[in-house]
């Protein structure tokens, strides 16, 4: 049984910060990659983050370089994304993905990490809303 649950998501003022978490089971889950992606209403889903398991490798959108962290924690089995300096257009509800790992995707990852059809299994979302 695989499962993804996502929590952590709030209202927060401008400038402020949340930590979003994502618990994995039914992985191995070194041999995945994780992705955070976010969804604003009548706006496509797009790619915010990813992180490797296998080497810590990380990739962001231009959107979150400078301001969100991407990490993950094995023996937990839980991958967080820290957001700093909230803006409203950060206002979206945001998923986490798994990607089964490979050799040819490990070399294609910072092409492929934006690409949601990619991913094999999603969370259910938790809603983040920033205010001004």
């Known amino acids: 049984e695989v499962q993804l649950q996502a929590s952590g998501g709030g209202l927060v003022q401008a400038g402020g910060s949340l930590r979003l978490s994502c618990v994995a089971s039914?992985?191995?889950?070194?041999?995945?990659?994780w992705g955070w992606f976010r969804q604003a209403p009548g706006k496509e889903r797009e790619g915010v983050s990813c992180?490797?398991?296998?080497?810590?490798?990380?990739y962001y959108a231009d959107s979150a370089k400078g301001r969100f962290t991407i990490s993950s924690d094995n023996a937990k089995n839980t991958v967080y994304l820290q957001m700093n300096s909230l803006k409203p257009e950060d206002t979206a509800v945001y998923f986490c993905?798994?990607?089964?790992?490979?050799?040819?995707?490990?070399?294609?990852?910072?092409?492929?990490?934006?690409?949601?059809?990619?991913?094999?299994?999603w969370g259910q979302g938790t809603l983040v809303t920033v205010s001004s």
């Open positions: 993905a798994a990607m089964k790992a490979s050799t040819r995707k490990s070399l294609l990852l910072p092409r492929i990490w934006v690409l949601a059809y990619e991913y094999n299994y």
């Open positions: 039914g992985f191995a889950f070194d041999d995945w990659y």
């Open positions: 992180i490797s398991n296998r080497d810590k490798s990380t």
